[in-house]
């Protein structure tokens, strides 16, 4: 499969702890972007970057979360101290630059905190 | 602010009949419109773009600015078609999505 990774497909982890999820993106693709689901909803905004550089955060990525992309290629995004309400599905998608263009997904990080 | 509204969450119809899966948007610029749909244990992806006016597995969209509209249609419904259905909007670089539709396709 030569699209958008993600890992891990699943996690479960316990209140408090901090967790990393990782995306590939398609390779020749500078746009990355995070969005998070839950049940019932459509996936919401989190961030996104071109190559390395993060240009915009959704108000909904609290000052827990943070995302990096440090050489232009995949992407990792920490959640720390996690809490019940995190859990989520986590997607990343990737695009190139330009109007118009489409955005491919991953199968997504499902996040459970207990 | 850009926002996208898919009011009805489940849509049963039976194997051949019209689909229409309505969607509205609210956005001050000029609107990017997309569908995508995510079939059961699949990644979400594109099913089609206004700007490409094309039909895509028998489905339609037209853009209608004035009623700020995006509505998927399908004349016949094929079993295949049982899937969710998201509504997007790009602004601002990212993309906005509605809260979906379930779409069952009964045999």
């Known amino acids: 499969d030569t699209g958008v990774s993600q890992n891990p497909r699943h996690k479960i982890t316990k209140r408090g702890q901090n967790v990393t999820f990782r995306c590939d993106p398609i390779?020749?693709?500078?746009?990355l972007y995070w969005y998070r689901q839950t049940l019932g909803q459509g996936p919401e905004f989190l961030t996104y970057f071109q190559n390395e550089a993060q240009l915009e955060k959704s108000r909904l990525l609290s000052d827990r979360f943070s995302a990096e992309r440090p050489k232009g290629s995949f992407s990792t995004l920490e959640i720390q101290r996690t809490e019940q309400g995190d859990s989520a599905m986590y997607l990343c998608?990737?695009?190139?630059?330009?109007?118009?263009?489409?955005?491919?997904f991953g199968q997504g990080t499902r996040l459970t905190v207990v | 602010a850009q926002r996208v509204t898919q009011p009805e969450k489940l849509l049963s119809v039976f194997k051949g009949a019209p689909v229409e899966l309505k969607c509205n948007y609210s956005y001050s610029g000029s609107p990017e419109l997309f569908w995508y749909v995510q079939y059961s244990r699949q990644r979400l992806q594109l099913l089609l773009r206004?700007?490409s006016r094309e039909s895509i597995k028998g489905f339609t969209a037209d853009l209608n600015k004035g009623e700020t509209s995006f509505h998927l249609k399908k004349p016949f419904a094929q079993e295949e078609d049982s899937a969710m259905y998201y509504c997007?909007?790009?602004?601002?670089?990212?993309?906005?999505f509605g809260k979906g539709n379930q779409v069952v396709v009964i045999p």
């Open positions: 206004h700007i």
């Open positions: 998608a990737s695009s190139l630059q330009g109007s118009a263009t489409e955005a491919f």
């Open positions: 390779s020749e693709h500078n746009r």
């Open positions: 997007a909007l790009r602004g601002n670089n990212r993309l906005a």
